[in-house]
C-alpha cells in the first residue's frame, strides 16, 4: 500500500467513515471516487490537471457531484494572489488594494481564472471582485472537523443549498481537510497557503511581512518550480522589505511596480465638489440632551464577513482615508439600520452602545484600545435626543464592583457594567463612559429629521456623507 492509500485509508478510519474499497487507484496527481460517497476526492486541488502539487499527502479535497466545469476551469492559466496578513486596520492599504484591483483585472483582460481560499488574507476581496466581473474562480473552503457521511451527502440532494457555497456564478467550491505529515502541517492555514501557491500556474504577490507562511510558501516555489516571470512580487517597503524583495527577486521574482498615485483623482473630486452646509455641534441648541454612538474602524479580519458594500467601497473608491469609522457610517446609513452587536459582551443579547458625554467634547473620550488594535469613540457616527431613545426602549447603565456584579438579577445585566476592569497592563475606568444601550437592532426609520443628527469629524467626511443623510449632519470641534 503506497503512503497515499495509506493517508486516505487512515483518514476514512479516523473520521468515522465506510472505508470501502481503499487503495484503489489512489495517487497524488489523480482524482477518485468513494462507493458509498458522492463526488470526487484528490490529494491535488485541481484534480489532476495542471501543475504538480508537493510530492507528499498533506491535504485532502473534495470537489462536489455535479461540478462538470471545474475541469474545464482549472485548464485554464489560474492566478493567485497572496499576501501576509496586514494586521487588523484598513488604514494605509492604498497599494495593497490598487495592486490586487489592478491584478484582477489584467486576468480579466486576458480570459484567465483565479483561485482563492477562505480565510486567506485577499480571499473576501478577490471572490467579491471575481464575482462582479464574472470571472471563472476555484474557491477552497475547509471542510467540518470531522465532516459526516450525511455532510457530504447534503450536497447530493437535489436543490439543496449547503451553508457555504460561492456567490459568483462563475465559480466552483473545492472543500479541503488536512491529512499527513508535511513540513508546514503545524498550521492549517500553512497548508492551505502552500496548496494554492505551489498549484497556481501564476502568482501576484502583495506583501510579504517577515520570513512566514507566504516567504516560505513562495521561496518554494521559486526554488522548486521555476519558471520565469510567474511570480510578481509589489514593490512597497511599507509591506515588503527590501532585504526580502531582493531575495525573492534572486529566486526569480519579478519586481512588480505599481504606476501613479490612485488617490489622487479622489482628492481632486473632493476639492471641486459643491459645498455642503455644515453647523458645528456646539452651535446646535440642545445639544447636551442626546445621546451619541460612535461608528469604529473596521477590523481587517478575513474570517469575518464584510458587508459587499463595504468591500465595493474599499475597492473601488480609490483611496482607504475614509475606510474606517466613515465607512461604518455610510453603511448604516445605506442599509437604515443601526446593528446591535456582541462584540464586547459575548453571550449577551446584540446591542447598541450609547454615551451622554456631550457631543461637543467627544474627542475628550477618544481612546486607543490595545486589545481591540483601534480607536473608540471617534468623531464619527448618531446622535439621538435623549427622550426619544428612552421612548425606543434605551436605557442607562449602571456600574457596579466585581462582587455587586456578580449577584445582580440576569434579566439586568444587558444594563450592567462593571466599574473598572484590568486589561493587560492597563486598568480601564468604564464610568467615565457614561454609558446607554439599546437592545437589538435600531430601526432609523423611527427617527425624525429634528430627532438627530450625523456628526463627523471634518469637512471633506461632511461632503461625502450629507448626499445619504435626511438628518443634520454637524462637525464635531
Not at 35 to 45: N, T, V
Not at 110 to 126: C, K, N, R, Y
Not at 184 to 208: P, T
Request: charged share 25%.
Amino acid at each position: 500500500m503506497s503512503n497515499f492509500e495509506r493517508c486516505w485509508k487512515e483518514w476514512l478510519e479516523s473520521h468515522g467513515l465506510p472505508t470501502g474499497r481503499c487503495g484503489d487507484d489512489i495517487a497524488l496527481n489523480s482524482a477518485w471516487r468513494h462507493p458509498e460517497l458522492p463526488g470526487e476526492f484528490s490529494f491535488d486541488w485541481r484534480f489532476g490537471v495542471g501543475p504538480k502539487v508537493p510530492p507528499e499527502p498533506r491535504i485532502l479535497f473534495w470537489r462536489p457531484p455535479g461540478q462538470t466545469e471545474l475541469e474545464k476551469l482549472t485548464r485554464k492559466k489560474l492566478f493567485a494572489i497572496a499576501s501576509s496578513r496586514m494586521g487588523r486596520r484598513f488604514d494605509g492599504l492604498e497599494n495593497w488594494i490598487a495592486a490586487l484591483r489592478t491584478a484582477i483585472c489584467e486576468i480579466y483582460r486576458q480570459g484567465q481564472g483565479i483561485v482563492t481560499a477562505e480565510g486567506t488574507s485577499t480571499h473576501l476581496f478577490v471572490e467579491r471582485m471575481a464575482e462582479l466581473l464574472h470571472l471563472p474562480t476555484v474557491v477552497l473552503r475547509a471542510m467540518p472537523e470531522r465532516p459526516t457521511q450525511s455532510w457530504f451527502e447534503q450536497f447530493s440532494t437535489k436543490n439543496s443549498t449547503p451553508q457555504q457555497f460561492s456567490l459568483s456564478r462563475n465559480a466552483v467550491d473545492v472543500y479541503w481537510t488536512p491529512v499527513g505529515p508535511g513540513p508546514f502541517a503545524a498550521e492549517n492555514e500553512s497548508l492551505i497557503d502552500f496548496a494554492i501557491l505551489s498549484g497556481a500556474d501564476a502568482v501576484r504577490l502583495l506583501a510579504v511581512r517577515g520570513k512566514q507562511n507566504t516567504y516560505r510558501s513562495v521561496s518554494t516555489r521559486l526554488k522548486q518550480n521555476f519558471v520565469a516571470g510567474d511570480v510578481w512580487l509589489l514593490r512597497d517597503e511599507s509591506m515588503t522589505s527590501k532585504s526580502i524583495r531582493e531575495e525573492l527577486i534572486e529566486l526569480g521574482a519579478v519586481d512588480w511596480v505599481l504606476r501613479g498615485s490612485l488617490s489622487d483623482d479622489l482628492d481632486g473630486e473632493r476639492r471641486n465638489s459643491p459645498g455642503v452646509d455644515v453647523l458645528r455641534a456646539s452651535e446646535i441648541p440642545g445639544i447636551e440632551n442626546y445621546l451619541v454612538h460612535s461608528t469604529r474602524t473596521p477590523s481587517l479580519n478575513p474570517r469575518k464577513l464584510l458587508s459587499n458594500q463595504e468591500i465595493d467601497r474599499l475597492l473601488f473608491k480609490q483611496t482607504l482615508d475614509d475606510a474606517g469609522p466613515l465607512s461604518g457610517l455610510l453603511r448604516i446609513l445605506a442599509d437604515g439600520w443601526l446593528r446591535g452587536g456582541t462584540e464586547l459582551l459575548p453571550g449577551s443579547l446584540p446591542m447598541v452602545s450609547w454615551t451622554e458625554h456631550p457631543l461637543p467634547r467627544l474627542r475628550e473620550l477618544r481612546v486607543y484600545r490595545k486589545h481591540l488594535a483601534r480607536w473608540d469613540f471617534e468623531p464619527f457616527g448618531i446622535a439621538v435626543k435623549r427622550e426619544r431613545l428612552a421612548e425606543l426602549g434605551a436605557r442607562r447603565v449602571t456600574y457596579f464592583d466585581d462582587e455587586s456584579f456578580q449577584v445582580i438579577a440576569p434579566e439586568e445585566k444587558a444594563f450592567g457594567q462593571r466599574a473598572g476592569s484590568q486589561i493587560g497592563d492597563e486598568w480601564v475606568d468604564w464610568t467615565c463612559e457614561r454609558e446607554w444601550r439599546f437592545l437589538g437592532d435600531l430601526n432609523l426609520s423611527l427617527l425624525s429629521p429634528s430627532e438627530a443628527l450625523i456628526f463627523v469629524g471634518d469637512m471633506a467626511s461632511a461632503q461625502i456623507v450629507a448626499p445619504y443623510s435626511r438628518w443634520p449632519v454637524v462637525l464635531v470641534d
